[in-house]
């Protein structure tokens, strides 16, 4: 139905002047998205914190995992060139969140196709502006720039004490949900410049220069803590955080960085 009003409005009998979309190139498909039969942005193994991923291979991911058109006459034909015009030309990127309780970190599958499409953009020679809409309160919309809602949710949530407190008191689970937070938090920082490094020292500070918390990941899900320590590896490897602690490497090879 979205395919059918769009070619609709690009074909009508409209001023140019009135129509956007008479204006532009020839209407092509205008909504994309994986395979038939397949989900995801792109191979699992690029969210992998030991590889050396970069923008540009994710980027290149989310262009052939995503660019499949969907439409009147269309169940997920192939059209890579229509997508990376389509994102080539784009002015902006615009997410929307309407699920309570979600947020730019709260996995790495919203990282992954966030990041994607701004990494696919950026190899296509375009960085339009990053967008999260929140539609989570009906009636009351909130823009926020993509930079600015993953600064919120490492603020307002990841390193907040009373979001912390409660992790611990799930025990194993919790210890995963907070893996899955700086997991989501490198994916952002390999595929868009949204992420400082001062965003990594925030959540060493309150995660794993903490002993309680440190001691909580080791103890209540070994693997969590391995999985948070090669984050941070992995962020200094790349340059994505440049700590001046003179015990990150201890504390990190206490958690089971390799």
Same mark, same amino acid.
């Given at each position: 139905?979205?395919?059918?009003?769009?070619?609709?409005?690009?074909?009508?009998?409209?001023?140019?002047?009135?129509?956007?979309?008479?204006?532009?190139?020839?209407?092509?498909?205008?909504?994309?998205?994986?395979?038939?039969?397949?989900?995801?942005?792109?191979?699992?193994?690029?969210?992998?914190?030991?590889?050396?991923?970069?923008?540009?291979?994710?980027?290149?991911?989310?262009?052939?995992?995503?660019?499949?058109?969907?439409?009147?006459?269309?169940?997920? +034909?192939? !059209? /890579? =060139?229509?997508?990376?015009?389509?994102? #080539?030309?784009?002015?902006?990127?615009?997410? &929307?969140?309407? @699920? %309570?309780?979600?947020?730019?970190?709260?996995?790495?599958?919203?990282?992954?196709?966030?990041?994607?499409?701004?990494?696919?953009?950026?190899?296509?020679?375009?960085?339009?502006?990053?967008?999260?809409?929140?539609?989570?309160?009906?009636?009351?919309?909130?823009?926020?720039?993509?930079?600015?809602?993953?600064?919120?949710?490492?603020?307002?949530?990841?390193?907040?004490?009373?979001?912390?407190?409660?992790?611990?008191?799930?025990?194993? +689970?919790? !210890? /995963? =949900?907070?893996?899955?937070?700086?997991? #989501?938090?490198?994916?952002?920082?390999?595929? &868009?410049?949204? @992420? %400082?490094?001062?965003?990594?020292?925030?959540?060493?500070?309150?995660?794993?220069?903490?002993?309680?918390?440190?001691?909580?990941?080791?103890?209540?899900?070994?693997?969590?803590?391995?999985?948070?320590?090669?984050?941070?590896?992995?962020?200094?490897?790349?340059?994505?955080?440049?700590?001046?602690?003179?015990?990150?490497?201890?504390?990190?090879?206490?958690?089971?960085?390799?």
């Amino acid at each position: 139905l979205f395919d059918l009003v769009v070619q609709r409005l690009a074909t009508s009998d409209e001023d140019v002047g009135d129509n956007p979309l008479r204006r532009a190139a020839a209407p092509g498909p205008r909504a994309f998205g994986p395979a038939a039969g397949s989900y995801g942005a792109g191979p699992a193994s690029l969210l992998n914190p030991a590889s050396d991923t970069d923008g540009g291979a994710l980027g290149a991911a989310y262009l052939a995992a995503s660019s499949h058109a969907y439409g009147a006459g269309d169940e997920g +034909r192939q !059209a /890579g =060139e229509a997508f990376a015009a389509r994102l #080539a030309a784009a002015q902006a990127l615009v997410h &929307t969140f309407d @699920v %309570p309780g979600q947020d730019a970190l709260d996995s790495t599958t919203l990282a992954q196709h966030g990041g994607g499409i701004a990494a696919a953009a950026a190899s296509l020679g375009n960085r339009p502006a990053s967008w999260h809409l929140d539609m989570t309160k009906p009636g009351a919309a909130r823009l926020r720039s993509s930079g600015a809602d993953i600064a919120r949710a490492l603020l307002g949530r990841a390193t907040h004490p009373r979001w912390i407190a409660g992790q611990m008191r799930h025990g194993y +689970r919790g !210890a /995963g =949900e907070l893996a899955e937070t700086a997991e #989501a938090l490198l994916v952002w920082a390999r595929a &868009t410049d949204f @992420v %400082p490094s001062s965003h990594f020292e925030r959540l060493f500070e309150a995660w794993c220069s903490d002993d309680a918390v440190r001691g909580f990941l080791i103890s209540a899900n070994p693997g969590a803590a391995r999985a948070v320590a090669a984050v941070f590896s992995a962020a200094q490897r790349q340059g994505f955080w440049h700590s001046r602690r003179n015990s990150t490497a201890a504390l990190l090879a206490e958690m089971g960085a390799s």
